[in-house]
């Protein structure tokens, strides 16, 4: 089994905001949002371009001979190549109210994904702060924990003295006993609960382990 110090237990973790701005960036449920968000935009765009006129260019080239031409083949064909170009505008003006809804559509598909964007961000932010605040309860109740698990060792070896030379009887042996091993219980919960919750946020963040 790893052993961890109290360095790793009680190791410095970025604040909140640091850690939102991380999780923002490497987090794929936010790249995947901004992407739906980018696309919608560009959809308005689309939607907003069938109000402009459209320029159509058009070339074309044909051979006639209807007579009988005398000379090489290539002069007839050079002699009778006719070319036209043809540019045309298209203003648009009986679809506007077609163009109008797909605008209006388009419009509201923005809104909806920047409406699940904001909610995929209060989502994070909620879920930073709780491990935030789960990892600096544990990492408080380690610190007592270790403190009290001292008091408590130091109980029960003086207890086991006593015991000893017949001062006291099993009963508070064990009860000192008890109490001891409830301590390194609470210890060792709280260490791995911290521990447990700094990997989550490295998870949530992006950091390298």
Do not use: W
Request: aromatic share 6%.
């Amino acid at each position: 089994m790893a052993q961890f110090s109290d360095d790793d237990v009680l190791s410095l973790i970025p604040t909140v905001a640091e850690s939102e701005q991380m999780a923002i960036a490497n987090l794929p449920d936010m790249k995947a949002a901004d992407l739906r968000v980018k696309s919608s935009e560009m959809q308005v765009k689309i939607a907003r371009g069938s109000y402009l006129p459209t320029v159509s260019l058009n070339a074309g080239v044909n051979t006639s001979n209807g007579n009988i031409y005398q000379g090489s083949f290539g002069k007839q064909l050079s002699d009778h190549i006719n070319s036209s170009v043809g540019l045309s505008l298209q203003v648009p003006i009986y679809d506007r109210r077609q163009t109008r809804s797909s605008v209006d559509k388009a419009k509201i598909q923005l809104s909806n994904t920047l409406l699940e964007q904001e909610n995929t961000l209060l989502d994070l932010q909620n879920t930073i702060a709780s491990v935030h605040l789960d990892i600096e309860s544990a990492q408080s109740r380690y610190r007592s924990a270790v403190a009290s698990e001292e008091a408590a060792r130091q109980s029960f070896e003086m207890m086991d003295e006593r015991y000893g030379v017949g001062l006291e009887s099993v009963i508070d042996l064990l009860t000192e006993k008890n109490n001891y091993l409830r301590a390194k219980q609470e210890t060792l919960q709280s260490k791995y609960t911290s521990l447990l919750n700094q990997e989550l946020l490295k998870c949530y963040t992006g950091q390298e382990r």
